[in-house]
């Protein structure tokens, strides 16, 4: 299923609301002004967050498949270190194999075949950002919940570890933390018993930089195959980007509306 | 470069201090503040001192909240501030973990009986990049730039 | 008939606590094991982020649901009005109340942050269906007492039906949202069906009949009391029914997911190519679970055997169990489809490349934990029966009640 008409009735189809497009736009500006003078630090132009988020905006990703290289891993290496989910370390005594299955992972590559036409696809595959997301739905304590700005989070505060939205998630997305963990950065608080999933960089959110580890990586790494942006602006590169795509979700027969687009396959 | 010498002066006078409030309050009461951390150097605290014994897990509580749900990371009660500031450093520049039982977290909590598992998620030491940016609020409550662990060392990066 | 005098379960001591220090000495192997896995975490056990839930929720599921399903034999008596019934409903209540409580342990002693419990009975989302179960078992606990007491105290007789009545439509609920818990699962795609539900009813039927009759039969001999006949041969011939019923729905799920032909690898690779749950489904669910049964309970000469119908009862225990272990870990194995008409060649986290199924194999802490559940259930029971009147003097066919009440009054659907 393709949807040519991404822009009219695509993910922005929640309604932007109009007020607040204009400070918007003076950020925007704000990031077009911090990438010609690379010199600036981005998150010394829009700095740590003083107001709760909004639904003003709604962060999402769009994976153009094409450009996906196979045997890339740029991505998945940066989301490691940015979450530092390459401190996990296997625990003495578990088994290679098992361990591989019960580590936390945020993000993966997955390579595909079409079955028809025999044509190979590799893409990128982490949590969607749902509109309507199943683990929220599901979870007993409302652990798992929506941030204003469309970020689909666990708060390991209230997460008791039942795993249910583990079994909701059509995306197997989430990943339950099952060793003692040490040395965790501070940015990223994490440790047993909890579940956890992409954040989409939600720090880097709050402190105004304006992508996530993975887009950068892939960008470095010359692919430029996922953009990050705000689903909501029409003007944004992602709007645009999708305006010009054909793109699809996966599992859209399940109508979750997905943040994460994904499109050339 | 301005601000460097600025900041390197506050130090400077912040070390004064330290010395002084120290001899000073050794006198008074127990603190539990512990030398070699940031906050041995300083002499006020994110609130006034008898409130933040006080209610300090309230404040916690609160800003817990505030960044998890509403993405607020400008306030001063973070924890990554109370560890940033807090923390012992060894003379070799280690950082020791803030909960264990002779520090800062660890000893009071020891004594008052009470158990937290927050350090089973949260970095009991600075650590990482983006450490310095999560307890800058905290530090620019108390009059200073952003903490000294982010200029001084390398570990930032 | 008689009035039917109910007594303290009166084995002989020595008898009575090495029972009680065969089910303390498992409910400790099982706290060691949960301290283990609570201090290593999860790593420890089979299960990953690809099979989330392992036997411990098999054992617990089917605890809870039996636990529904033992309350079935004091509905009976009281909602349908069958007298013949009614002696054995102290049994039932208790054996509902203690296989509850088991199940929920086993459930709450899995969670990543058991210690966290507070916030689960204190911060609800009433949008998810586990939440509402929690209210479902604590309601089914405190409706359980109120029960018992409306069957044992003369003041609560006149309550008794009214209470009763709650109770079969409690009971009913509970089941409905265990089932539910896993059939709005629309991610994954053996989960996605709305029969789940009435699945879980009628195995709660089956499975909860069997243990309760296990637990009479072993009571009963312990203590010299007698069982009648027409009590026990009705009690069979209603297993006979529930596991037939649970046959009808296993094939009507089976037929569903048939019809949409995006499920025909589904129902391929389980009843064909799922390897030990394609054993399990045929040889522990079908065979030891249904058939075998079967085949006693309506044997012509086995099925008046005593030992023989104690077997079939075993065996439907079995049959559950693996039954639940297909539909709960089975599921979860199978790789969700998220790309359809596309193979996967490469997977960074198990997403079934070329159609694999994710691997899970239990280890020993997370079963001794389940076992640990049964143990609980059991001690339960038998202080209960130990230190309370729940048990009658006798079943013996010349004091039982007549099968309907006087007045003639028919209770349709009695067994149904």
Known sequence: ?265 | MAKAVVRAGLVAVGLAWALIAQVALAAEMKTYVVAGSQAATLDSCVEPTDIMRRKHMEFIQHQRDKTVHGGIRSSKHSLSGCVDCHVRDEPDGEAVPIHQKQEFCGACHAFTAVNLNCFDCHAAVPKGPGAALASKAAYQAVGLEQSPRAVSDGKEH | MKRIVYREWRVPPARYWSLLGILASVIGVAALAFAYMEHEGHWVTGMSNSVVWGVPHVFAVFLIISASGALNVASIGTVFRKPLYKPLGRLSGLLAAALLVGGLLVLVLDLGRPERLVVAMTTYNFRSIFAWNIFLYTGFMAIVIAYLWSMADRKGDPYNRAIGIVATFWRLALTTGTGAIFGFLVARQAYDAAILAPMFVVMSFAYGLAIYMLVLMFSFKEDDRPIGNRILFRLRNLLGIFVLSVFYFTLVYHLTKLYGAKNYDLVGWLLLDGGIYTFLFWVGWVLIGGLIPLGIIYHPIHGRDRNWIAAACGLVIVGGLSSLYVIIIGSQAYPIQMFPGQTILESGFFDGVQGAASSYSPRIPEVLLGFGGVAVALLVTAVGVRVLQFLPESLADEVMPPDEEASGRAAVGAQA
Request: proline letters at 6%; aromatic letters at 4%; hydrophobic letters at 35%.
């Open chain 1, 1 to 265: 299923m393709t949807d040519h008409h991404e822009s009219n009735t695509g993910p922005a189809e929640c309604g932007p609301s109009q007020p607040d497009r204009r400070t918007f736009m003076a950020t925007a500006a704000g990031v077009t002004a911090a990438l010609v003078a690379p010199g600036v630090i981005m998150h010394s132009v829009a700095g740590p967050r003083t107001e709760a988020v909004t639904s003003d905006v709604r962060w999402g990703l769009l994976v153009d498949t094409a450009k996906c290289a196979d045997g890339c891993s740029a991505c998945i290496e940066a989301c490691d270190r940015e979450n530092g989910l390459d401190l996990q370390t296997q625990p003495s005594g578990a088994q290679p194999t098992r361990w591989e299955n019960q580590k936390s992972v945020w993000i993966r590559k997955v390579k595909l075949q079409d079955n028809q036409t025999g044509r190979v696809t590799n893409l990128p595959l982490m949590c969607q950002h749902c509109e309507h997301p199943p683990c929220v739905d599901v979870c007993p304590t409302g652990a798992s919940f929506k941030r204003a700005d469309g970020i689909v989070l666990v708060d390991r505060h209230t997460c008791i570890g039942c795993r249910y939205c583990m079994m909701a998630c059509p995306y197997k997305a989430r990943s339950f933390v099952h060793e003692v963990m040490s040395n965790q950065l501070t940015r990223v608080p994490r440790g047993k018993g909890c579940v956890e999933s992409c954040t989409l960089c939600v720090h880097r959110r709050d402190y105004g930089e304006e992508s996530t580890a993975c887009v950068d990586a892939c960008q470095a790494a010359g692919h430029e195959a996922i953009i990050f942006g705000d689903l909501k602006d029409p003007e944004s590169p992602i709007r645009m980007r999708l305006a010009e795509l054909a793109s699809r979700q996966i599992r859209e027969d399940l109508a979750l509306n997905t943040g994460v687009r994904y499109a050339g396959f």
